[in-house]
């Protein structure tokens, strides 16, 4: 994807991680909106830094990458909620457009992508970006809401155990 559907994801997927988290919809909503959506869109942005630097959809697109991102708060103290924009830049590149990100890089420089997604330029772009986001707030719901839990629960009680 391009910069400007990073930026779509990351802003729409932090609106709905904002209400996700703090449903009331007052002060609170939007605090933790701010709070999350600024780091999610600076990571977002951050791996297409490897278009300048290193190999494109590689270096910067790999997930050693993201598990230093996930690391650094823990280390550190700070860059928290970075690796929500990493992972989707990921998930958008993966599942949104036609060219995959080499996951293993740079013990594999193997691309992997499914074949769902549509050319970078493609009219469809902002569509298939919107999607793809709402799938990843479902996701987030359904954990956030223990639906697998449930679920479980569910299949434990049909088998009567
Ligand atoms: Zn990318």
């Known amino acids: 994807m391009n910069k400007k559907g990073h930026v779509l994801n990351a802003i ?74 990493v992972l989707t830049h990921y998930v958008l590149d993966v599942a949104g457009s036609k060219r995959g990100i080499a996951l293993f890089y740079p013990l594999w420089k193997k691309e992997f992508g499914l074949p769902v997604g549509v050319a970078v330029s493609s009219k469809h772009a902002t569509a298939v970006t919107v999607v793809i986001t709402v799938l990843e707030l479902v996701l987030v719901a359904m954990v956030l809401y223990e639906v697998p839990q449930w679920g479980l629960e569910l299949g434990r009680q049909a088998v009567g155990i």
Not at 19 to 40: C, K, N, Q, S
């Open 12 to 85: 729409l997927l932090s609106l709905g991680l904002g209400y996700l988290l703090e449903p009331a919809g007052d002060l609170e909503t939007f605090r933790t909106i701010v709070m999350i959506g600024v780091p999610v869109t600076l990571g977002a942005l951050f791996p297409d830094v490897d278009t300048a630097f290193g190999k494109h959809r590689k270096t910067l697109h790999s997930l050693p990458v993201l598990a230093g991102f996930i690391a650094f708060p823990y280390v550190f103290g700070n860059l928290e909620y970075v690796w929500i924009g």
